[in-house]
């Protein structure tokens, strides 16, 4: 039985596609490659991948595109992506959060590097603190062995790394954390992340958990301070 973790690779540059597959099999993992969106898509219905690595620039279906088709399907939103792109704007990176990524990686870079993101993602996404199977905050429900919430029982589509914000928010309903406290307990020791990224998934959360996002009821701002839960549990 193969138990290594699945990953896709899509970027129409074929060196460095197979270089990153030459890099990431040798360090463990399981690969396979896709040069357009196309592909991808199919590859990515036909198989269960543990994560998805992403160039923005594609022929045919744009990686943003194929994100936002595959955040918007229940059976492959909760799959962690990666977003490499030759852009450095951060209009885009922040674009690429909003729309569900996980991480993004600025061309040119080591194998290296993309190697230390891959595991810090997986390490992220995998380990979700399990507690009481389900938590009930309002009209939500998160239950913590299906990794899925749902508001007035309809499931929302959150990625893994949104999931775990709430779950270690409302954990802790009540107590304020501020952005380096939240990427600490978060997304820990990955060393490439920005503040800007906790902004990034509490706004997401918002726009799913909250009936208007601009006057939040669970996920409220102390200004000035950080983010915390209010709600009864």
Known sequence: MNTKPEIIVVDDEKDLLQLLKYNLEK??????GSYNGEDALKNIKRKNFDLIILDLMLPGIQGMDLCRIL?????????????LTAKSDELDKVLGLELGA????TKPFSPRELIARVKTVL?????????????????????????????????????????????????????VFNRDMLLDAVWKDEAFVEPRTVDVHVRRLRMQIEDDPSHPVYLKTRRGIGYYIDGDL
């Open 27 to 32: 360090d463990g993992y399981s690969v396979t």
């Open 123 to 175: 390490r992220r996404t995998r380990r979700v603190p399990k507690t009481k199977k389900t938590i009930t905050i309002g009209d939500l429900e998160i239950n913590t062995e299906t990794y899925q919430v749902a508001k007035k029982k309809n499931v929302l589509k959150l990625s893994a790394t949104e999931f775990k914000l709430l779950l270690y928010l409302v954990e802790r309903k009540g107590r």
């Open 102 to 105: 996980d991480d993004y990686i």
């Open 71 to 83: 955040k918007e399907n229940e059976k492959t939103s909760h799959i962690p992506i990666i977003m």
